[in-house]
């Protein structure tokens, strides 16, 4: 692997190759000395153009955890607000010798840009690009998955007869996009549930099945898996449903639906929350909730991508 | 060119029993004794001795058989086609005060070894740290040496040692082939080779 732009383009094998490598990644994590020396010696710049508080402090750990050196890069307060662009910015990342950039930027196809540009050498990883993907969010949360269903015994295993519902702002959302791609990859079916003016245009190519009735995905489709998106106010510029109480009382996980879930289904939700908007407050803190778990699990998962990306010296 | 079988099954076995006498030999006794095996077929051949182990002396624990991985812990990960790694999986004792003896196929390079003393010191603080191969094929880069060997093995650099393990590989020889006999019959991934002086101390790991 040279770069992960998006989760379209990774194949069955090198999703289940970079969830097993996480899983030893994860296993770092409960001893007692939480560092490996794998990345000695190389930079990692983390260059966020848009806010970011647990990707990017995923980001730091994991490349902290495999002994990497650390540049953090936020758009605010840099050159950029004096208007240097992504090239120049580039260019200076390559100047001081990073080995890896990891972009998150609200233009769609900007680590795509980076990465095929020739202005920076670097092995690029998208941490989240516009409304287009963020490929290790969908990553971390295929092996919360795997882990909830498999446990110990989730090595080399794919989500083959997973169901899984993403309900929210499909329109806006980079997360579900990824998961969409690579979840179905991985051998489950998905199903979007949102209200029709927050389906993008051209959905119809996706593998997935889109529903407008929350409670009938729920009690038709049993779902193993329901995942909540979050709304995200700062990229509508349009009324997109009435007021957040109808959204909630529509489309919100509250306390009634995740009653009616099946036994062992699990309620993910990628952060930040709107409590009491997409997710009740009970919902997030019960037992089936994993939100915790994914942000644990997203340090592990980071991990393994980066070594992928910059322990080695070539193609396997 | 073909490959010639150093080592049978029958060989195998008897050197893996020897080396398990001689274990509790000179740890007189098989307290605090903890059994390390690095993957792939390292981790077999501790699983083996683990088993012998606890035939010879009853008193042994249930829980000393673990696996040791140290790929992210190599010097040539920038020189060679990335590796997957592998689950580390120690006792539930730990390593600390313990003898641990750490199993591997060939010890060549003594790159792996090296490797695994530093993955060990971040697992713990064993009182000793002892080393178990089934191959000594000699050309150490390292001042490193087994105390257990199953077989010395003086070979010539350009030569490839082929370790075939039964529950990893369904057969079950080590074997010595030239090195201008570049694909033998089973498969290259695993050999003991000539590629780059850091090459492959071993090379068992996917």
Redesign the interface.
């Known amino acids: 692997m040279r770069h992960l732009l998006s989760t379209r383009d990774l194949s069955r094998d090198d999703a289940v190759?970079i969830l097993?490598?996480a899983?030893?990644?994860a296993?770092v994590a409960t001893?007692?000395?939480k560092?490996?020396?794998?990345l000695r010696g190389r930079t990692v710049v983390n260059l966020f153009f848009e806010d970011s508080t647990r990707t990017r402090i995923s980001f730091e750990a994991a490349a902290k955890r495999?002994s990497a050196d650390v540049i953090n890069f936020s758009a605010k307060g840099s050159s950029v607000s004096k208007g240097e662009s992504l090239k120049d910015t580039a260019q200076t990342l390559e100047a001081m010798g990073a080995d890896g950039v990891v972009v998150r930027h609200p233009s769609s196809g900007a680590p795509q840009t980076l990465a095929q540009s020739g202005w920076i050498d670097a092995g690029i990883v998208n941490a989240g690009d516009g409304t287009h993907e963020h490929p290790t969010q969908a990553l971390l949360d295929a092996f919360t998955i795997r882990r909830r269903l498999h446990g110990t015994a989730a090595?080399g295993r794919d989500l083959d007869g997973v169901s899984v519902v993403i309900v929210g702002d499909i329109l806006h959302s980079r997360v579900a996009r990824s998961n969409v791609w690579l979840l179905t990859t991985l051998g489950a079916s998905v199903t979007l549930v949102a209200p029709p003016t927050l389906f993008p245009v051209g959905m119809g190519t996706w593998p997935a099945d889109v529903r407008y009735d929350l409670d009938a995905a729920i009690d038709e489709g049993r779902p193993d898996v329901v995942m909540m998106l979050r709304i995200q106010a700062e990229r509508m510029r349009a009324a997109f449903f009435p007021n957040s109480r109808e959204y909630a009382r529509v489309w919100g996980l509250d306390d009634a639906r995740t009653a009616r879930l099946a036994p062992g289904s699990i309620v993910m939700h990628p952060g930040p929350m709107n409590r009491g908007l997409e997710i009740s407050a009970a919902a997030a803190d019960s037992s089936r909730s994993t939100v915790r778990e994914q942000v644990a699990n997203g340090v592990s998962v980071r991990m393994a991508v980066l070594?992928?990306l910059l322990?080695?010296?070539?193609?396997? | 060119m073909s490959a010639r079988t150093v080592l049978h099954q029958a060989d195998i076995a008897r050197a893996l029993t020897r080396i398990s006498h001689e274990i509790l030999e000179s740890n007189r006794g098989s307290a605090s004794l903890v059994v390390l095996g690095i993957p792939t077929r390292g981790a077999t051949l501790a699983r083996r001795i683990g088993g012998i182990l606890a035939g010879i002396d009853p008193e042994l624990g249930a829980d000393t058989v673990g696996t040791l991985d140290v790929t992210m812990y190599r010097d040539d990960l920038a020189r060679n086609p990335l590796r997957a790694s592998s689950p580390t999986q120690l006792p539930a004792g730990g390593i600390d005060g313990k003898t641990v003896v750490l199993v591997d196929d060939v010890l060549y390079s003594g790159r792996t070894i090296r490797a695994a003393l530093d993955a060990l010191s971040d697992l713990g603080r064993p009182r000793a740290v002892r080393l178990a191969v089934l191959v000594d094929r000699g050309h150490r880069e390292l001042p490193i040496r087994a105390d257990f060997v199953g077989k010395n093995l003086p070979t010539s650099s350009e030569e490839r040692i082929y370790v075939r393990l039964d529950e990893v590989d369904g057969e079950e020889f080590v074997s010595v082939a030239s090195g201008d006999d570049a694909q033998p019959t089973h498969g290259a991934h695993s050999t003991h080779g000539t590629h780059g002086a850091a090459g492959a101390g071993s090379g068992a790991r996917p």
């Open positions: 190759r097993d490598i899983e030893d990644m296993d001893r007692e000395v560092k490996l020396p794998t495999l090595r070594y992928l322990a080695g010296g070539g193609e396997v």
